[in-house]
């Protein structure tokens, strides 16, 4: 608390980075000094042949401008209300208020609890073990480091933050700023790099930029041959190059995308996997971010040169509520890490976790999403009832047509249909008719139109909707199609229409389809998954018993319908509108 109020008390004079930068400096100053402020009209002067020792003149151009502003008055009440935190409290807890102030603006900054399970999970040599801290932008896991007793190595892409990152620096480990933190990308322009050969790290931990997309210009000369995967996804290039410039642990914060992304992604974790270079993968609470409800996951990798090759990966879900809380603002915490590190470091049980085979993850498509992998209550339930059924991959028993993007036309132009959303499969019985209208060109319209007895599945946004087309389809005037969210299952003769619709309605075909719904901000069903999703296919006796149940169904609703227009007319005749 006081830290922050010696930030406050020069609000009005500077911004709050170029606070945390001046205060920086001035512990710097002092710890220079032996533990002393000089007077304050020699304080300039002293931070150039001070800074200038601790190789940190940009620090110094900064703060001695900064100094000027403020003026001696506000400068010497500054340095007496520091001198007073500094002989009584620990000078990382002024540095961790400070890296605050440099990192409010930053969307991707990491929640503390999840910093510190990264940092647990690591298994180090010891103390004064280097770590290599790439796009470390604000100095979060530079302080952290130093507090674990590891010697830090920073690359950072921006420069605005450098000064203040090498004061932190040297305040924490006792060296010189610019031989541990560095401006530079790690991917286009490695820094840490004698004689064309990487400076080989004990360990990295990372959180590279998220949703940053490479031309292919700035890697395809790479002077040290780092990308055996090539692509335009800047994180998978960074993986690589974390891969390059670390002999030994790996902690990297990636999107939950990356684990289930076909191309480049998926080329990338089948060689980690074949490799035998994954430990563990968790996948995090969406929400743990400001202002973004991107999902993220965390890769414990492995390149130590004597490590054995790793044939389990162990798989965590911790979107579990014993490690997932509910925060304001919409957003998550993570909860329980203790327990995580447990599971990493011990193999402690839990339900949320479970070690699977390189050649199970290898079979499914290297998909590294623990949910997929590690079943809730629920979906443990559906699984164990779905095995005693005689099952069909979906694209056994249907045709899947998925939508095509086609472009409206304005006018008069085109072909005047109606559009299928998700708001128009009900809960039960058939699909209602649609309402929205469109124009699309003559020669889109049988890429997308329904038919009678096709089932149509929902496969984007927050719920799995089902619907089935009716007979009534042709008393329509104009066609019906389907939108951008949904695809159609035309069944063949293994199985009937109205079957497939209860499957997929009941809790159980709910709780398969939920098992193969990936993405971060908007879920969706992959077609690829969808697929092989298994489906029971009885015989066709059995199976009609469940039609009776939908035409049932249907009758009830129709009857519903019956006493809702009954009910509309129970309202006295001068009270209508």
Same mark, same amino acid.
């Given at each position: ?98 890296? &605050? ?6 969307? *991707? ?41 590891? /010697? ?24 010189? &700023? ?48 780092? *990308? ?15 891969? %390059? ?26 060689? /980690? ?13 969406? &929400? ?13 990798? +492995?390149? =130590?040169?004597?490590?054995? $090759? ?77 095995? +005693? ?84 389809? %042709? ?27 209860? *499957? ?9 389809? +939920? ?8 879920? *969706? ?23 009776? /149940? ?5 009758? $009830? ?10 009910? =509309? ?5 001068? %009270? $209508?509108?």
């Amino acid at each position: 608390k006081a830290y922050h109020q010696l930030l406050k008390s020069i609000a009005e004079q500077l911004p709050e980075k170029d606070r945390a930068l001046l205060i920086l400096s001035l512990m710097a100053l002092h710890s220079s000094m032996g533990g002393r402020f000089p007077p304050v009209e020699e304080v300039i002067p002293s931070m150039q042949s001070r800074f200038e020792e601790l190789s940190c003149q940009d620090a110094y151009e900064s703060a001695s401008e900064f100094c000027r502003k403020i003026g001696e008055i506000s400068l010497s009440k500054l340095m007496e209300s520091l001198n007073d935190l500094l002989q009584g409290n620990s000078i990382w807890t002024g540095l961790h208020v400070m890296a &605050g102030a440099l990192s409010r603006r930053e969307d *991707f900054e990491l929640p503390s609890d999840l910093i510190e399970v990264m940092f647990e999970v690591l298994p180090l040599p010891g103390i004064g073990a280097s770590i290599y801290l790439p796009w470390d932008e604000a100095g979060q896991l530079l302080l952290y480091a130093g507090s674990h007793q590891l /010697l830090p190595y920073v690359e950072a892409i921006e420069s605005s933050n450098i000064a203040a990152m090498q004061l932190i620096c040297y305040l924490d480990n006792g060296v010189p &700023g610019d031989s541990q933190v560095r401006n530079s990308d790690p991917v286009k322009r490695p820094s840490y790099v004698k004689n064309g050969e990487p400076q080989r790290f004990d360990a990295c931990l990372a959180m590279p930029p998220v949703g940053v997309k490479v031309h292919r210009k700035d890697i395809e000369h790479d002077l040290y041959d780092r *990308f055996q995967i090539s692509g335009n996804q800047y994180h998978t290039l960074a993986i690589q190059h974390l891969m %390059w410039q670390t002999q030994g642990p790996i902690a990297v914060v990636v999107s939950h995308a990356f684990l289930f992304a076909s191309g480049a992604d998926r080329q990338l974790r089948e060689l /980690l996997l074949r490799q035998g270079s994954i430990r563990a993968v968790v996948g995090l609470p969406g &929400g743990l971010l400001n202002k973004t409800q991107i999902s993220l996951a965390l890769l414990l990798l +492995d390149t =130590s040169p004597e490590k054995n $090759v790793l044939e389990e990966v162990v798989m965590i879900n911790a979107e579990h509520p014993d490690f997932s809380e509910n925060l304001p603002r919409n957003r998550k915490g993570l909860k329980n890490s203790d327990v995580l590190v447990s599971i990493l470091n011990d193999g402690t049980f839990h339900p949320a976790a479970r070690r699977v085979t390189v050649q199970e993850l290898l079979q499914n498509d290297c998909n590294l999403v623990p949910s997929r992998h590690v079943l809730s209550e629920q979906a443990s339930r559906a699984a164990e009832l779905i095995s +005693d059924m005689r099952t069909m991959a979906l694209e056994e028993v249907v045709t899947i047509i998925r939508p095509a993007p086609v472009k409206e036309k304005e006018g008069s132009e085109g072909y005047q249909v109606y559009e299928i959303g998700v708001a128009d499969l009900p809960d039960a019985g058939y699909l209602r008719t649609p309402t929205k209208l469109i124009r699309i060109p003559k020669r889109e319209v049988e890429k997308i139109v329904v038919k009678r007895e096709d089932v149509l599945l929902s496969i984007k946004g927050a719920n799995r909707k089902v619907g089935l087309v009716s007979w009534d389809i %042709w008393d329509s005037e104009y066609g019906w199609v389907i939108g951008q969210s949904m695809c159609i299952l035309r069944c063949s003769p293994h199985v009937l229409p109205k079957f497939l619709t209860m *499957f997929l309605r009941s809790p159980i075909g709910q709780q398969l389809i +939920d098992q193969i719904t990936t993405g971060t901000a908007i879920p *969706f069903v992959q077609i690829k998954q969808l697929r092989t999703l298994k489906v029971p296919v009885p015989n066709l006796v059995e199976q009609k018993k469940i039609v009776a /149940l939908f035409d049932k169904q249907v009758e $009830v609703l129709k009857e519903i319908r019956q006493l809702e227009d009954e009910l =509309s007319e129970l309202i006295p005749d001068e %009270w $209508v509108l």
